[in-house]
């Protein structure tokens, strides 16, 4: 009877333990070597003296440490000595998806084979663009990086202030909304500038929490997540 209770006994315990270890959030296997991350001036935004902005990097981050390309890209170190990082501003997509020029814009980008890329836009689409183009246009940018290069995986992540093309990105996955970055104004760097745009942009804190958000996910992500957009 004291073996059967302790057989008993062994058997709940391993069972607790398989069940602690499924929860636990496992830590991605992906190694990347080569990441790009296309955005918007949170991204990157060269001086702009004329409204204020005097930083070489993401609005509105006051030094470039504190931008989330940067804070990203010590993050991949840490993983990856040798990984190299490469931001790109492709606002000009946002606004105008219908005809901006892959092979122009992009090109040299996508010929290095990136394993991953980041999709970091959103804020810059007109209210009123026809979604149905933009959602063909974007399908387009993200099959544009898989040519010759099929098993990158494209990560995606929607807009900080809200977007009329959030809902569809948000679809295209992996995938990872940031509309919780909207709901803390402290995220922001209002009384920081005196130009109304700069103050709508991110601040430090805004910049760490959409670093958080998006690492968090990529330390989630499976070779399974390198697939065909269709």
Same mark, same amino acid.
């Given at each position: 009877m004291k073996w059967r209770l302790l057989c008993v006994l062994s058997v709940w315990s391993l069972l607790l333990c398989c069940k602690k270890q499924a929860t636990k959030p496992i830590e991605s296997t992906l190694m990347f070597n080569n990441v790009v991350?296309?955005?918007?001036?949170?991204?990157?935004?060269p001086q702009n003296p004329a409204i204020g902005w005097d930083g070489n990097w993401g609005m509105a981050a006051t030094v470039p440490d504190s931008d989330y390309v940067h804070i990203l890209t010590s993050r991949f170190l840490s993983k990856n000595p040798r990984v190299n990082v490469t931001a790109k501003n492709i606002s000009w997509f946002e606004m105008d998806a219908k005809h901006y020029d892959f092979d122009l814009e992009l090109k040299n980008l996508r010929d290095t084979k990136p394993e991953l890329v980041i999709m970091r836009i959103g804020e810059n689409v007109p209210p009123d663009v026809d979604l149905d183009m933009f959602e063909m246009?974007?399908?387009?940018?993200? &099959?544009?990086?898989?040519?010759?290069?099929?098993?990158?995986? %494209?990560? *995606?992540?929607?807009?900080?202030? #809200?977007?009329?093309?959030?809902?569809?990105?948000?679809?295209?996955?992996?995938?990872?909304?940031?509309?919780?970055?909207?709901?803390?104004?402290? &995220?922001?760097?209002?009384?920081?500038?005196?130009?109304?745009? %700069?103050? *709508?942009?991110?601040?430090?804190? #805004?910049?760490?929490?959409?670093a958080d958000v998006l690492w968090t996910k990529i330390m989630m992500l499976r070779l399974a997540d390198s697939h065909d957009y269709k």
């Open positions: 991350i296309l955005g918007n001036s949170i991204t990157y935004s246009r974007y399908v387009a940018l993200l &099959n544009y990086f898989r040519i010759n290069n099929p098993k990158v995986v %494209i990560l *995606a992540g929607t807009s900080v202030w #809200g977007s009329a093309a959030d809902s569809l990105m948000i679809n295209h996955k992996p995938a990872v909304s940031l509309k919780k970055i909207l709901a803390d104004s402290s &995220n922001f760097s209002y009384g920081l500038y005196s130009h109304p745009g %700069i103050q *709508a942009h991110p601040g430090n804190k #805004g910049m760490h929490n959409v």
